[in-house]
């Protein structure tokens, strides 16, 4: 089954836990067993518990695609020590904006970045992912990463984004891009979603309709 409705202990914001591309998935330190099958499941991969800058933030502290996982200078040595172990490739990024998984949205090819980004930091996001960057908006907000999941080459975004942003992204991403909403009408879409090329978990007060805009619009459904 490549979908999962679920929730982090009753927490409903699973995006905001998890990152996963289409080799691992990383989660919280206190998910359940039952999580943790549910994201195998869901995304077929392999799924490992951890903190990052002591929390369970996964999903807000890390982003990344299948070439590199980027962390904020916040991340704490044994964190790092675990990533060595799991034989995970890392680059620390230092930066004020250390929600790296809130500012960034990327593939294997680009990064739609949080403009607040110094020339210096770009430089370094674009040669750790190895993608063409560019630095822009979404529906007049600058936390990109929160406000999109992208799957091969689909991308579902916050609701109100303006037809000229999307223009960009469907040029810059070479994507066909859907409208969504998770979790009853959030339009933070990163927050209630994760993904990756077999499937994705959802929050577990999305609807019906969501889930299946979410299912089409990421191209699981022919």
């Not at 020339?119 to 007049?140: F, H, N, P, S, Y």
């Amino acid at each position: 089954m490549h979908v999962t409705k679920t929730s982090y202990n009753g927490d409903p914001n699973i995006g905001l836990m998890v990152f996963a591309n289409d080799k691992f998935c990383l989660v919280g330190s206190m998910a359940t067993d039952k999580l943790v099958k549910e994201l195998q499941q869901s995304l077929n991969v392999p799924v490992y518990k951890i903190t990052l800058c002591g929390t369970d933030l996964i999903g807000v502290f890390c982003v990344g695609n299948n070439h590199m996982i980027l962390l904020p200078s916040i991340v704490f040595d044994y964190e790092l020590e675990i990533l060595d172990e799991l034989k995970i490739k890392y680059t620390i990024i230092d930066s004020r904006l250390t929600a790296l998984g809130n500012d960034i949205l990327c593939n294997d090819s680009v990064a739609f970045v949080n403009p607040e980004f110094s020339d210096e930091t770009k430089k370094k996001i674009k040669k750790a992912l190895k993608v063409e960057l560019k630095e822009g908006m979404i529906a007049e907000l600058e936390n990109v990463g929160s406000l999109a999941v992208i799957s091969k080459n689909k991308i579902v975004v916050h609701s109100d984004a303006a037809d000229e942003e999307i223009q960009l992204l469907e040029k810059l991403f070479n994507a066909e891009i859907t409208k969504g909403s998770v979790n009853f009408g959030s339009p933070y879409i990163r927050s209630g979603c994760v993904a990756n090329k077999h499937g994705f978990a959802i929050g577990k007060l999305s609807t019906g309709v969501e889930i299946a805009t979410m299912d089409e619009g990421l191209g699981f459904l022919s």
